[in-house]
């Protein structure tokens, strides 16, 4: 959705505990997603994605989940470390938008973590 | 050492100038992107391009111009017709294959005095 004029929405944990980022897509026909990391003055990083066909991934230390029922999918961290503090985005293909290929970013969420 | 490159880091320029930021990619990949982000703010779509010699604007193309001349290149010149150019802009390259992952430059800071 649109992020311009909008404050990033911000989740606190504490070092140790497992962090789960949420993030909403509004078009059924989406059938595969990304979650990106950017750290403070850097641009994002490729964090792990997810295909339609697929309700769960795993990576190292995350995992994605998607369900398509309701349009969510989340990443989830598990102990979390300080180096994980950045802002998380999901990001998907616009099924709209044909040969012109483009992706579709969400807000954004800040993730803080207190040693 | 593969990957997309963007200069300079930092970038001053004094108001009513036109200023080109350099992007670079050797990942052989077809699709170029120019985004912009404020602070505190998500990333927002300025222009991009499928193949060499074409581009479409993006969300926000006013005030912004690109050219793609070669497959590793997509140069972003913010003119003095936008209004508000101060931001830190991302170029990101992608293979155009069916997942779209986009892969991102380290970004220019762009203050416009």
């Known amino acids: 959705g649109e992020s311009v004029g909008l404050h990033l929405p911000t989740l606190s944990v504490q070092e140790g505990d497992n962090s789960i980022i949420n993030c909403a897509y509004s078009?059924?026909?989406?059938?595969?997603f990304i979650w990106y990391k950017q750290e403070s003055g850097k641009g994002p990083q490729f964090i792990i994605d997810?295909?339609?066909n697929m309700d769960k991934r795993q990576g190292q230390r995350v995992t994605v989940l998607l369900n398509k029922t309701v349009k969510h999918l989340s990443l989830q961290i598990a102990a979390t470390q300080p180096g994980d503090s950045a802002v998380y985005f999901c990001?998907?293909?616009?099924?709209?938008?044909?040969?012109?290929?483009?992706?579709?970013w969400g807000l954004g969420t800040s993730l803080a973590v207190n040693p | 050492d593969g990957g997309i490159t963007q200069s300079p880091k930092y970038l001053f320029r004094k108001e009513g100038q036109n200023v080109t930021l350099s992007c670079e990619q050797n990942?052989?990949?077809?699709?170029m992107y120019w985004y912009r982000q404020d602070p505190g703010q998500g990333l927002r779509l300025i222009y991009y391009?499928?193949?060499?010699?074409?581009?479409q604007k993006g969300d926000i193309a006013e005030g912004y111009s690109v050219s793609r001349e070669k497959k590793e290149s997509f140069p972003l010149t913010v003119t003095s017709a936008q209004k508000n150019p101060t931001a830190f802009y991302l170029c990101?390259?992608?293979?155009?294959?069916?997942?779209?992952?986009?892969?991102f430059g380290p970004g220019t800071r762009l203050t416009v005095l």
């Open positions: 078009n059924s026909a989406s059938d595969y």
């Open positions: 990942l052989n990949h077809d699709a």
């Open positions: 990101a390259s992608s293979s155009g294959d069916d997942t779209d992952t986009q892969y």
């Open positions: 391009s499928q193949i060499v010699n074409d581009f």
């Open positions: 997810i295909r339609s």
């Open positions: 990001a998907d293909p616009d099924p709209n938008a044909g040969n012109n290929r483009k992706l579709i």
